[in-house]
């Protein structure tokens, strides 16, 4: 397997190059652009200094996230979500926001709301796992500004969070597929995972056969691979080598 290169050159275990611009608005109070090969996405933190109504007076606050796509992210144009979304964005919407959550803790947040809007500027596959990157970077951010002014005792993030996609294409298990490894795929999963190695989620379907759980530990693992390198660009865009070791 080591010697099988991928229509863009990489290995089957290698991820994409890999970006992460943080700060990338003006006036979001935390942002970030991630760059995972051709896929793009725009992740933009805003504070709102109350809990949602389910949390007041608890003390607790709340971490929740939006998910779309631009019309033309992809080949052809896709119609925006104006009335209601589709069962797929709203699956990761809430991916995305479950993936924070896991990492902090909201009582250290105090009563407020967080809200992580995720927009897809440019789609080639992996898209939610290029999302749960880039609003970690975003969420810490906010965190940072919120003890830099001394509203907050201690950050409310435990340790990092990222995604990466794994799958099997034409037998080979393969990491961070493109648009064009995906729609081939037999098997495909993403994978949401916290810094200390325990799994936040597990998203995965046989697209025709059934797979052996053999092949489940060999994915994992190699998404395990990918995320612990994804966790080294998080901590470079945001200038904290070290903080979490």
Not at 173 to 191: G, K, M, Q, S, T
Request: aromatic share 4%; net charge negative.
């Amino acid at each position: 397997m080591a010697g099988i290169l991928r229509q863009d050159g990489r290995r089957p275990d290698e991820l994409r190059q890999v970006r992460i611009s943080p700060g990338y608005l003006d006036f979001a109070e935390g942002s970030a652009l991630i760059e995972m090969g051709n896929t793009r996405v725009l992740c933009a933190v805003s504070l709102e200094a109350r809990s949602p109504q389910f949390l007041r007076g608890t003390g607790s606050g709340w971490i929740t996230a939006e998910y779309n796509m631009l019309p033309r992210a992809t080949h052809e144009r896709t119609p925006r979500e104006r009335i209601r979304t589709s069962g797929r964005t709203h699956e990761i919407q809430r991916l995305i926001g479950r993936s924070l959550r896991a990492v902090c803790d909201l009582e250290l947040l105090g009563e407020r709301t967080l809200t992580v809007d995720c927009d897809v500027l440019q789609a080639d596959g992996g898209t939610r796992a290029a999302a749960i990157t880039g609003a970690y970077v975003a969420l810490r951010q906010v965190c940072q500004m919120l003890l830099g002014r001394g509203e907050l005792a201690a950050s409310p993030v435990r340790q990092p969070v990222a995604a990466a996609s794994v799958g099997l294409v034409g037998g080979v298990p393969l990491l961070d597929l493109c648009y064009e490894e995906d729609a081939r795929a037999e098997v495909d999963f993403n994978v949401a995972m916290a810094e200390d190695g325990r799994l936040v989620e597990v998203q995965g379907t046989a697209e025709s056969h059934p797979f052996p759980r053999p092949l489940l530990d060999d994915l994992l693992d190699m998404a395990e691979a990918g995320i612990r390198k994804l966790f080294q660009v998080q901590r470079l865009a945001l200038g904290e080598i070290g903080v979490f070791d």
